[in-house]
Nanobody, 127 residues
């Protein structure tokens, strides 16, 4: 059994910053990639950012480019999301995900690319 646990969410004002963390525990596995998704009330879950270890590339949704930075440690199956210049529209539950099967090579921007998911952490940005 693999668990992904997110932390670091909270309430900030517009323009503020937060750093989310996600760590895997339980059965060990090799991940091809890890990513972050978010879901706002009444909306579908959407891609935020991903990092593919083998190529060392990071990918971002257009809405967060230049404001969010993803980083992590492949050996520890740990990933971080530094969020700066936060806006009210960033308010959502943020989910961490890990790819064990390699599907993120094609589908890093969709849920299809990931096999494990965290429970989510709430981020609220007040105006």
């Amino acid at each position: 059994q693999v668990q992904l646990v997110e932390s670091g969410g909270g309430l900030v004002h517009t323009g503020g910053s937060l750093r989310l963390s996600c760590a895997a525990s339980g059965r060990t596995f090799n991940s091809y990639a890890m990513g972050w998704f978010r879901q706002a009330p009444g909306k579908e879950r959407e891609f935020v950012a991903a990092i593919r270890w083998s190529v060392g590339n990071a990918y971002y949704a257009d809405s967060v480019k230049g404001r969010f930075t993803i980083s992590g440690d492949k050996a520890k199956n740990t990933v971080y999301l530094q969020m700066n210049s936060l806006k009210p529209e960033d308010t959502a539950v943020y989910y961490c995900a890990a790819d064990r099967m390699g599907n993120s090579a094609l589908y890093y921007y969709t849920a299809r690319g990931y096999d494990y998911w965290g429970q989510g952490t709430q981020v609220t940005v007040s105006s």
